[in-house]
């Protein structure tokens, strides 16, 4: 559960009206690390980094044993806590590191075979019996200390690195995420050094005998680098889905929506207050101007009685050659200054006067 959801629940259950985040800032300062977290985690929801992301095995047929790999498939898994056990002694060695953990240990091969060739030198050089140890090389770890007293024997590297593979089991104890662990590295509470000295801490409590990792890698300096990501967004079904089906309209009564909706009533209801709903029939034609236009003036014959009842429209004056129009056939005009022209189609009846 969030830290967020379950301050909000406690401010609720307890009535914590005191209970603020700025104040709980202030007052508690890992508040202030949680909350961060919990919006990282959000922000970077189905982010990953391209930059040594998790692949298929590719080892090809000389590096497998026995005809698989040697990794359990797991070759290139990368910020990960590994485990190198030897099959000789039953010891183990717990590393860490950002890259592939086939790359890793590859370089604790070498430097296997680096310690060989650098004390057979040095018995050359100085007239040693025999060497141990590190047999001068100074970039040599426990690691490469222990095997390199299993394989003296060897002839060349690829002698070495072939008996390195049938007393040498690797395995991932721990993996986590790239993003997240750069955040810490090179700082003292960087996520993967804690989590290998942990590791380290435990077998030494349990069965100091049973590891060959030394006090270096527990007190030495975080030795973890940074570097730019390649982020990419992994799109799941269900978001694969929503981007893209078909979009349509919501039929949510917003409160915009509201807004629109009594607007249009409003209008609307202006609009017929304003023009008749039914054709209204005016009295006998007379020289005084229409209640309903401004200015309005009729060219009809005043009669004792009307003969006949014909429909006729108005024209608006104010549009150019309907005032002419108008008085060719003889038709009723109106002019609106300044108002919208809400009479130009309104039908109006005329009584035709002999």
């Not at 269900?238 to 981007?243: E, F, I, Q, S, Y």
């Not at 629109?260 to 207050?273: A, D, F, P, Q, V």
């Not at 008085?327 to 809400?342: C, D, E, F, I, K």
Request: glycine share 4%; hydrophobic share 30%; net charge positive.
């Amino acid at each position: 559960m969030p830290i967020s959801v379950r301050l909000r629940r406690l401010v609720k259950k307890y009535k914590l009206t005191w209970l603020r985040n700025q104040m709980s800032f202030h007052k508690f300062t890992n508040l202030g690390q949680k909350f961060n977290s919990d919006l990282q985690g959000k922000v970077m929801h189905d982010i990953t980094d391209e930059i040594n992301k998790d692949r298929h095995c590719n080892c090809n047929i000389r590096s497998k044993v026995d005809g698989r790999c040697q990794y359990d498939n797991n070759c290139r898994k990368a910020t990960v806590v590994y485990e190198l056990k030897c099959l000789v002694c039953d010891m183990d060695y717990i590393g860490k590191t950002q890259r592939y953990v086939k790359t890793r240990t590859k370089e604790h091969v070498n430097d296997v075979w680096k310690v060989i060739d650098s004390g057979r030198k040095n018995m050359e050089k100085y007239g040693w019996d025999d060497w141990y140890g590190s047999g001068g090389y100074k970039g040599c770890d426990a690691f490469a200390k222990h095997f390199a007293q299993h394989c003296k024997d060897a002839e060349n590297g690829n002698a070495m690195r072939a008996k390195m593979k049938e007393i040498m089991v690797p395995s991932i104890l721990w993996q986590g995420d790239r993003i997240m662990c750069m955040k810490s590295s090179r700082t003292l509470q960087c996520n993967i050094c804690m989590v290998e000295r942990n590791e380290i801490l435990s077998r030494f409590r349990d069965n100091k005998s049973s590891i060959m990792n030394d006090n270096s890698d527990i007190f030495s300096s975080c030795k973890c680098m940074s570097s730019f990501h390649k982020f990419s967004r992994t799109i799941e079904p269900t978001l694969t889905t929503r981007l893209t089906q078909k979009k349509v309209p919501s039929t949510r009564n917003s409160k915009s929506k509201r807004r629109r909706s009594s607007i249009l009533r409003r209008n609307t209801h202006r609009r017929s207050s304003a023009s008749p709903k039914t054709p209204l029939l005016c009295q006998p034609c007379v020289n005084t101007p229409s209640p309903t236009s401004r200015s309005t003036s009729f060219s009809s014959t005043e009669s004792a009685s009307p003969s006949v009842v014909t429909p006729v429209f108005l024209h608006d004056i104010n549009v150019p050659g309907r005032l002419t129009t108008a008085l060719q056939h003889n038709q009723p005009t109106y002019s609106l200054l300044g108002t919208a022209r809400t009479w130009k189609r309104t039908p109006c009846w005329r009584y035709n006067l002999s």
